[in-house]
């Protein structure tokens, strides 16, 4: 199975975009899977319902910073290849995620205004009309080949 094929199967479980590209990854995480689920948690339905950056490039970019961020404020070149392997990762996200977005609200085809917090039911409607599961997929295997897997 592959990592994106995992995060879809996630998503389709009932977790959230973030939570379900970062567990793909889980078993590379410096961290229990509980605590990573819980750490990303509210960056689902981009940024807690308000449609803005899409959870599974959220967690993309979690996960990349997991395995190498940096934690010396000074350091500069840290930074910069921080930055420069994430700006890759979600210009790559938007390229093969279908919608040629990073934002939720452009992949849902949603206007660009906060949702009510409450979750909506994961009914076979709910994920027939989203393309989460594919989304989460298209982010969890564009990190996995930036990983150097296939």
Do not use: W
Request: net charge neutral; with cysteine; hydrophobic share 40%.
């Amino acid at each position: 199975m592959t990592r994106g094929e995992k995060a879809e199967a996630l998503f389709l479980e009932g977790y959230n975009c973030p939570q379900s590209v970062v567990l793909a990854f889980a078993d590379k995480l410096p961290m229990d899977a509980e605590t990573a689920a819980r750490l990303v948690s509210a960056f689902g339905g981009g940024m807690s319902r308000m449609r803005e950056v899409c959870g599974a490039a959220s967690g993309m970019l979690f996960v990349l910073g997991a395995l190498e961020g940096y934690s010396d404020p000074a350091d500069t070149d840290g930074k910069t290849a921080l930055y420069t392997h994430g700006q890759a990762l979600i210009k790559t996200f938007a390229e093969t995620n279908g919608k040629g977005s990073f934002i939720c609200a452009d992949i849902l085809g949603k206007p660009r205004v906060p949702e009510p917090p409450v979750p909506e039911a994961r009914t076979e409607g709910y994920y027939k009309a989203r393309p989460c599961g594919k989304i989460v997929r298209a982010a969890a295997d564009a990190l996995g080949r930036y990983l150097g897997e296939t």
